[in-house]
């Protein structure tokens, strides 16, 4: 006699979108802080909403609710949340209002959606190590913090201290964006797991952050995410010059298990 196939319940399928719509949430939020001038709160909500979009795939592999509605969703509200958002909030905190310097919002977000419908087309619901380009939540989560890290005795200690912040901002734009859409392969989130050496260090990592979040948010997440884009970066330079074989044509899978490793979370 054949087993019945079980179905998630709906309170549980719910749950992961759940978390993306609070994604979304955040998103919308940290624009309405930027506009009103708030723009310490309106990185807050960005790192929050770069939480709950960690969290969504990961507790739908959990519950075994995944769904290409759920992948749709996540990309849809990335474009907001990591995309516009980011792009916006620099606009009304530092970039100039009477200018052209709006473009730059516009080539941000225009590369945070290309980098969204090139991910769905060509590896949406596959397990994967690597992510071709770098993924949006890294470049937005990048972007939004900068503001943070320029308040800080830190910065004003550093040899870029003395260059107009607004013209490293424009470079610091630019450059995300178009990493963004470039081939340049980046390291995927591994599962948390003791099991593997990528999964321990993803665990470090990931409590690393919750400490930094309470205690050191302003020093730690811009210096964190220009480290991640940087690794991108100079892993592929080697790659290229000791002529070893892409990422992308590698297995995707960290561990023996088969799971998934990482999803749009980090898109």
Not at 156 to 164: A, L, Q, Y
Not at 169 to 183: D, E
Not at 198 to 220: C, D, Q, R, Y
């Amino acid at each position: 006699m054949a087993r019945r196939r079980r179905f998630p319940r709906p309170s549980l399928v719910m749950l992961p979108n759940g978390f993306t719509l609070a994604n979304l949430f955040f998103g919308i939020f940290a624009i309405v802080a930027a506009s009103r001038g708030n723009h310490v709160q309106a990185g807050w909500y960005i790192v929050f909403g770069g939480f709950c979009d960690m969290l969504d795939g990961r507790i739908a592999r959990a519950t075994n609710t995944g769904s290409p509605f759920g992948e749709e969703l996540d990309s849809l509200v990335d474009a907001i949340s990591f995309g516009l958002a980011p792009a916006l909030m620099m606009y009304f905190a530092v970039l100039k209002h009477s200018g052209w310097d709006w473009i730059l919002v516009w080539l941000f977000c225009a590369c945070a959606v290309m980098r969204l419908a090139r991910f769905n087309v060509e590896s949406a619901g596959k397990a994967k190590s690597y992510f071709k380009g770098l993924p949006s939540p890294a470049a937005g989560g990048t972007l939004a913090t900068y503001y943070w890290f320029s308040q800080t005795p830190l910065y004003n200690e550093t040899f870029i201290s003395g260059w107009p912040w607004e013209t490293i901002l424009r470079f610091l734009m630019v450059g995300l964006a178009l990493l963004m859409i470039s081939n340049v392969p980046f390291p995927g989130w591994p599962k948390f797991t003791f099991r593997t050496v990528h999964g321990a260090a993803a665990i470090v990592v990931f409590v690393s952050s919750i400490f930094a979040l309470f205690f050191l948010p302003k020093e730690f997440f811009f210096p964190f995410g220009v480290l991640y884009v940087l690794t991108g970066l100079v892993l592929a330079v080697l790659r290229g010059v000791l002529e070893l074989p892409s990422p992308f044509d590698e297995p995707d899978e960290l561990d023996a298990d088969g799971d998934s490793l990482a999803e749009e979370s980090p898109s």
